[in-house]
């Protein structure tokens, strides 16, 4: 979470809201914010955390875990018509990685934008396709996989 | 969205959703009954009303009064844990 904050004025200049939930009641989370978050990040985390007791909200966009009664990691993606484009959902142990997050939402900004379509690990500069009849087949003369990689 | 006084008891909706055939000529209603996963790609994302911290208070939050903006939601196992 503390991860996601620090790179909130990068989100926020490519127009994004951030939407934080846990199980936890909103009292938990004030508390969470002033004694540890804030002494990660300065001013804690600026975006709101949301309280989603008894796991109804997560249920829907199945990511609550009813054995141990909490929402799992799940991060989700929904564009300005109200469309989820992305999702991952992860088991606790493991953290999110924060700059997939941005490149996913850059390359769907680009789609959106321009009608192209992003390659396997496009990041903004890479080339993208423009999909038709006339790329059937010739996707091999235009994109090599080694450019899904850094 | 004004901060409001929390009232303690101030529920919040949860998830909402609109039935496909309702008597109600479509509007939203609270879904009272058993929830399933409803999230898919390329559909529209489920809205819900939570309650929530903000901006140092409490407020109730509807994930559609952000239409029209890019959103990403983080649901994570719970406050004070380690990852």
């Given amino acids: ?150 | 969205m004004a901060e409001e006084k929390d009232g303690c008891v101030k529920p919040s909706k949860g998830p909402i959703v609109v039935a496909e055939r309702q008597s109600n000529g479509g509007q939203p209603t609270v879904q009272k009954e058993e929830v399933k996963m409803l999230a898919r790609v390329g559909k529209p994302a489920p809205d819900f009303e939570l309650s929530a911290y903000i901006n140092g208070g409490f407020n109730n939050i509807r994930l559609s009064d952000y239409k029209g903006k890019w959103i990403v939601i983080c649901f994570y196992p719970g406050d004070f844990t380690f990852v």
Wanted: no cysteine; proline share 7%; glycine share 10%.
């Fill in chain 1, 1 to 150: 979470m503390s991860a996601v904050a620090v790179k909130h004025e990068e989100l926020k200049a490519l127009g994004v809201e951030i939407l934080a939930i846990s199980t936890d009641s909103r009292f938990t989370h004030k508390i969470w914010q002033e004694e540890e978050l804030s002494k990660m990040v300065p001013g804690g985390v600026p975006f709101p955390m949301l309280s989603d007791g008894g796991g109804r909200v997560g249920t829907i966009y199945g990511v609550y875990d009813e054995d141990a009664g909490v929402d799992i990691r799940g991060r989700f993606i929904i564009d300005p018509d109200f469309v989820l484009r992305a999702m991952e959902v992860l088991t606790p142990e493991v953290g999110r990685n924060v700059s997939e997050l941005i490149r996913q939402v850059k390359a769907f900004q680009h789609v959106v934008k321009t009608g192209e379509v992003t390659p396997s690990g496009w990041v903004p500069g890479k080339p993208t396709l423009k999909p038709g009849p006339a790329l059937v087949g010739k996707v091999w003369e235009q994109w090599k996989p080694e450019t899904a990689f850094d």
